[in-house]
Every structure is written in structure tokens, then in C-alpha cells.
């Protein structure tokens, strides 16, 4: 399974500088938190499906055991105490791995509808927003939903714009029903260069630019900024080679991951009493 590789920094205020030594500690360690806690729910997802074939295989070798010890006692007419306690044990034994792994199969489906009902809310929420613009889809263990540069930012700015504010209060309608749900906003720049009065390079544009829709969740909308981090990618992760100005205009994005909820998660596979 493909992990997702969390930004390397970028943390919530205006102007790069602005952050003050202890502020920025704090939120690294949120974001290095939160990194851990997202590989670790990637780490158990594959852990819990591999468990699941390989007990469906032990089952498969209990019940070819179990099988071929009937056919053996078939040709006598009586069956000792000590054998006939063996075979219950055998079909006890399966019944048990057989329904601990409908279980495991049961809440694995769940942890995943829960990230497909949220991308459901969102592509509702969002029907009449271009899909040139606004992307929304399931990668992995989250959700991400990304949106266009010129939908959001005037070239070069990181001021955002009235029609890209009606978006973002749509999404935080969405994400504010999900309570448990922390997400991070990753701003990407292309590769031309920039050096303005504030911004230095493509790392403090992207950074700038995710602050900035942070705040309009924050401050407009009454998303709990608790339940935010705001990241930066610069030029470094773009979907396309930036060849043309085409090109560019895509890799010019911001996107909100939506991370997963790993208490329900992993409440979902606590042995059912």
C-alpha cells in the first residue's frame, strides 16, 4: 500500500519570521505526531489484511485436516472418546478463525466507508464547482481534496478570493459534521522563481498560501484550529513536469488531507465481546 509522506514543514503564521521559537517546537512536534500516528494506521491496515490471509489459510488446513480425519474414521464402526473430542476441537477451532476474520474483513470495510461517506459529503457539497477545479478522492488511508490555484490565489498572491471563500465554507460544513476529523492544508507552488518585499521563495508562497486558507476555515467558518495544521510543499511535488504555462497552472494548487481517524479505526478491530 502506497504511504502517504506527510510535508516537511510549515507551520501556521502570516509572515515567514513571525513564528516564535516555542510556537514552532509545538507545532513540529503536532506535525511529527501526527505523521507517526498516520504511518502507524497504514502500518497496522496492512498488518491486520495480512493476518486475515493467513489465518484464512490456516482455516483452509484445519478444515482439509478435519476432512480427511472423517474419511479415515468412516471405515470403523466406533469412534474412541479421544478422537471424537479431537473433531469438535478441529470444527471449533475453524469456527472461531471464521468468524474472527469475518470481523476483521467487517470493520476494514467499515474504516474505508467511513472515508467514502465523507468524499460522498463532499463531491455533494461541491456539485456546482468545476471539476477542473475542485478534485476530491480516496489515496490510500485519506482523503484528499484539491484545489486549483487560480480558483484560489491572483498569480503571485496569497490573498484568497470571494468565489474560492464559497468553496472553503463549503468543505468546512463538511469536515465541522466530523468532529474526530484532523486534516492538514498543503499549499504547491510551481518551479518560476518569486522574491517579493514578503515572500522570499516558493517555500514561503506555499506556505503563505496554505496559512491563508487555514485562517479563512478558522475565521469565517468556525473550523476548530485545533484540528489543523497548515503545510507547505513549495515546487517539490508536482503532478506534472512544469514545461508549459499549462502545466504550471496545475502544479500552482492547494490540498486538504483529510487524515484518517485512527481511534475509530482502531476501535473498529477490538475483539467483539
Not at 130 to 138: A, G, S, T
Not at 207 to 216: E, G
Not at 232 to 241: C, D, F, I, K, M
Request: aromatic fraction near 6%; glycine fraction near 4%; charge should be positive.
Amino acid at each position: 500500500m502506497k504511504k502517504l509522506v506527510l510535508p516537511a514543514l510549515a507551520i501556521s503564521m502570516a509572515f515567514t519570521g513571525c513564528v516564535s521559537s516555542k510556537k514552532y517546537k509545538g507545532q513540529t512536534a503536532k506535525y511529527e505526531a501526527l505523521q507517526k500516528q498516520f504511518n502507524d494506521c497504514n502500518t497496522e491496515k496492512e498488518r491486520q489484511t495480512a493476518k486475515i490471509s493467513a489465518m484464512q489459510s490456516e482455516i483452509d488446513n484445519l478444515k482439509a485436516n478435519s476432512t480427511a480425519l472423517l474419511n479415515q474414521l468412516s471405515n470403523f464402526s466406533v469412534i474412541s472418546q479421544q478422537q471424537a473430542d479431537n473433531i469438535r476441537q478441529s470444527i471449533e477451532n475453524i469456527n472461531q478463525k471464521d468468524a474472527y476474520i469475518k470481523n476483521m474483513q467487517i470493520s476494514l470495510q467499515k474504516k474505508d466507508s467511513l472515508n467514502l461517506a465523507l468524499v460522498m459529503n463532499l463531491k455533494g457539497a461541491l456539485k456546482d464547482v468545476n471539476d477542473q477545479d475542485v478534485e476530491v478522492k480516496v489515496d490510500g488511508s485519506a482523503v484528499f481534496i484539491s484545489i486549483s490555484d487560480k480558483m484560489l490565489f491572483k498569480s503571485g498572491s496569497y490573498e484568497i478570493t470571494p468565489r474560492a471563500k464559497d468553496v472553503l465554507g463549503k468543505v468546512a460544513a463538511v469536515v465541522k459534521a466530523q468532529p474526530d476529523v484532523q486534516f492538514m492544508v498543503e499549499g504547491h507552488t510551481d518551479n518560476k522563481p518569486i522574491k517579493t518585499t514578503f515572500i522570499k521563495d516558493n517555500w514561503d508562497l506555499s506556505v503563505l498560501r496554505s496559512t491563508a486558507v487555514v485562517r479563512v476555515l478558522q475565521q469565517n467558518y468556525g473550523v476548530d484550529a485545533k484540528r489543523m495544521i497548515a503545510a507547505g510543499r513549495s515546487e517539490y511535488q508536482p503532478l506534472v513536469t512544469n514545461n508549459t504555462d499549462e502545466n504550471r497552472s496545475r502544479n500552482r494548487r492547494t490540498r486538504i488531507v483529510i487524515l484518517p481517524q485512527l481511534d475509530q479505526f482502531f476501535k473498529l478491530m477490538e475483539p467483539k465481546k
